[in-house]
Nanobody
Framework: QVQLVESGGGLVQPGGSLRLSCAAS????????MGWYRQAPGNQREMVAV???????KYADSVKGRFTISADNAKNTVNLQMISLKPDDTAVYYC?????????????WGQGTQVTVSS
């Protein structure tokens, strides 16, 4: 069984910064990609940023230039540094991993961490 554990959410004022972290643990043979998605009330879950193990990056247009994703492949962790936060960034942020577990390729999700941007 694989677990993704997130940390770092919270309440921040507009223009502020937050850093989210996620650690994957369990019977992981290899990881193809890790990333972050978010879901605001009434909205569908959307991709925020994804990083592959070969270093390829993908960002949602709405966060380009403000969010930076990074990963430590040796530790199976992924981070999301968020700056210049806006009220529209308010959502539950979910960690995501595309990995091989016991010879099967699977997708896993964390439990989610709330990010609230408000004055």
């Amino acid at each position: 069984q694989v677990q993704l554990v997130e940390s770092g959410g919270g309440l921040v004022q507009p223009g502020g910064s937050l850093r989210l972290s996620c650690a994957a643990s369990g019977s992981i043979l290899s990881i193809y990609a890790m990333g972050w998605y978010r879901q605001a009330p009434g909205n569908q879950r959307e991709m925020v940023a994804v990083i592959t193990t070969d270093g390829s990056l993908k960002y949602a247009d709405s966060v380009k230039g403000r969010f930076t994703i990074s990963a430590d492949n040796a530790k199976n962790t992924v981070n999301l540094q968020m700056i210049s936060l806006k009220p529209d960034d308010t959502a539950v942020y979910y960690c995501y991993a595309d990995l091989i577990e016991q010879r099967a390729r699977k997708n896993y999700w964390g439990q989610g961490t709330q990010v609230t941007v408000s004055s």
